[in-house]
């Protein structure tokens, strides 16, 4: 019974997760083609409210997935459970930089949608900035990693 449990409470944060991630990275992608500041502002405002379902979904698949392994007897110093964790760790940090340059993204976007809705090239520039799309990439690649660590436990 606890080893149902345990599984419906990671699948639930493995869901919550992966499915808050890739809204995520598709409202990024979304505001990089609009055409009036106040379009892209509001689609990167969108990803605010996800962040925190993204992060209890990463918490709940870690706290469920310790509890399954326990159940299951599967030790914690496993190679895949370490590259999961140390996946998991590169998503903290790199989400960190990367939520600070999408937060001025956003931030600019609305300042721009409030003083007359036309995009500057600076706003071109962050929209499209290689860095943060690279950032973005490396989390999506990440998470796909972890799930297919989870799957296939080489």
């Known amino acids: ?72 007897r599967v030790p914690y110093d496993s190679g895949w459970l370490q590259w999961t964790y140390a996946l998991v760790v590169w998503l903290g940090v790199v989400g960190a930089i990367a939520g600070r340059l999408d937060r001025r993204t956003r931030e600019l976007a609305e300042r721009e949608a409030a003083s007359g809705d036309r995009p500057s090239p600076e706003l071109l520039r962050r929209l499209r900035d290689p860095l943060a799309l690279t950032l973005d990439a490396s989390m999506l690649v990440a998470t796909v990693a972890i799930v297919a660590l989870m799957v296939w436990k080489p």
């Open 1 to 72: 019974m606890a080893r149902d449990w345990a599984l419906f409470l990671h699948l639930t944060g493995v869901l919550l997760f992966v499915g808050g991630s890739i809204a995520v990275t598709a409202l990024r992608l979304l505001a990089i083609g609009k055409e009036r500041p106040s379009e892209s502002a509001t689609l990167l405002g969108a990803v605010r409210p996800l962040v925190p379902l993204v992060g209890t979904g990463l918490l709940l698949t870690l706290a469920a997935g310790v509890w399954l392994a326990n159940e299951l």
